[in-house]
């Protein structure tokens, strides 16, 4: 097994397995948000139960987070954040992973953008805890020429 992977389960509370790290492993490697089904895709000795549980037990821990791109099929991606959770003065987690996601129309893929979600000032006693924030349209492979 990996160390690194390894050691970064141990430091957010998640006791490794071959199958945890060939789950994270590909997370890891995947060049954009990738969904269970691309998981089980690529790992086809793995069965879809052990990837639903190791993906909910890594978000649950910090390790990943969820994308909901508007295609109906969760995406995940590794949280490449040093700390989480942090918080700052108006309650919201100030979290480096949340940035803005991409979601192709043409061919579904959804990519990680640099900019990072615009800041929103909530009404008094709203307390967020996540945010989403997709733009859709066209990538550059698919666009028309």
């Not at 954009?32 to 089980?40: G, K, Q, R, V, Y």
């Not at 690529?42 to 052990?50: H, I």
């Not at 700390?83 to 959804?110: I, M, Q, W, Y």
């Amino acid at each position: 097994m990996d160390m690194s992977i390894d050691n970064r389960m141990q430091s957010h509370g998640v006791r490794p397995t071959a199958v945890r790290n060939l789950i994270l492993s590909v997370l890891d490697n995947a060049t954009h948000p990738i969904s269970a089904l691309d998981i089980e895709t690529s790992l086809d000795t793995v069965d879809r139960s052990s990837i639903t549980r190791a993906l909910s037990l890594f978000v649950e821990k910090g390790l990943i987070h969820i994308i909901d791109d508007g295609s109906s099929s969760a995406k995940y991606e590794v949280c490449r954040a040093t700390h989480t959770h942090t918080g700052n003065d108006a309650g919201f987690p100030s979290h480096e992973d949340l940035h803005v996601h991409f979601r192709c129309t043409g061919c579904g893929k959804t990519y990680c953008l640099p900019s990072p979600i615009p800041a929103i000032t909530l009404p008094s006693g709203f307390i967020p805890a996540t945010a989403n924030y997709i733009i859709t349209g066209t990538c550059p492979d698919c666009r028309p020429r």
